[in-house]
């Protein structure tokens, strides 16, 4: 083989995935700026009911554009950059055992509080047939929980008050 045809051959075999390295890392990149949830895996229960609640979700949360995580699903909704994500269907937080945990109750849902020093805010229905999981990032902590209004209604329309298996 002689040292023209290899060059053809290496060299794009070198530089294909420097390129896409450097594609991937990019700022300007759709997959970097979207933001990114773990789908849930509830019961049937709890599935039929967040699948109630994806199309009442508001299109706007604290004022703040829909803004869906990835990878798409009904089970999970987001707003905003850094966006606000919703998780229906998660599975009973442990915080539900803890006595410390802090709760407020919203237009009629009682939310459980898990908040770390400089993380976001996670907040879980309580005593709904599936779980709903919030969370704020610590970017909007100035907003405090006023997003929960925007999920009040939704929430007590679609998920059923009673006691979530798990």
């Known amino acids: 083989m002689n040292i023209s045809v290899l060059r053809r051959l290496l060299v794009p075999a070198v530089l ?9 890392s990019s700022p ?41 995580p990835a990878p798409k699903s009904e089970l999970t909704a987001g707003w905003g950059d850094p966006a606000i994500i919703l998780r229906c269907g998660v599975p009973r937080p ?30 879980y229905t309580t005593l709904r047939i599936a779980y709903v999981e919030v969370t704020i990032p610590a970017a909007r902590a100035d907003n405090g929980l006023s997003p929960l209004t925007d999920f009040a209604k939704p929430v007590t329309s679609a998920i059923p008050k009673g006691i979530a298996e798990g």
């Open 16 to 24: 294909l995935p420097l390129l896409t390295a450097v594609r991937c």
């Open 28 to 68: 300007d990149s759709a997959s970097d700026s979207a933001a990114k949830a773990a789908v849930p895996a509830p019961d049937a229960a709890a599935a039929k009911a967040c699948r109630k609640l994806h199309p009442r979700l508001p299109e706007r949360v604290d004022g703040l554009d829909r803004n869906n």
């Open 94 to 123: 442990a915080a539900l055992d803890d006595p410390k945990t802090d709760g407020v109750e919203v237009d009629g849902v009682d939310w459980a509080i898990v908040h770390e020093d400089g993380g976001p805010y996670r907040l």
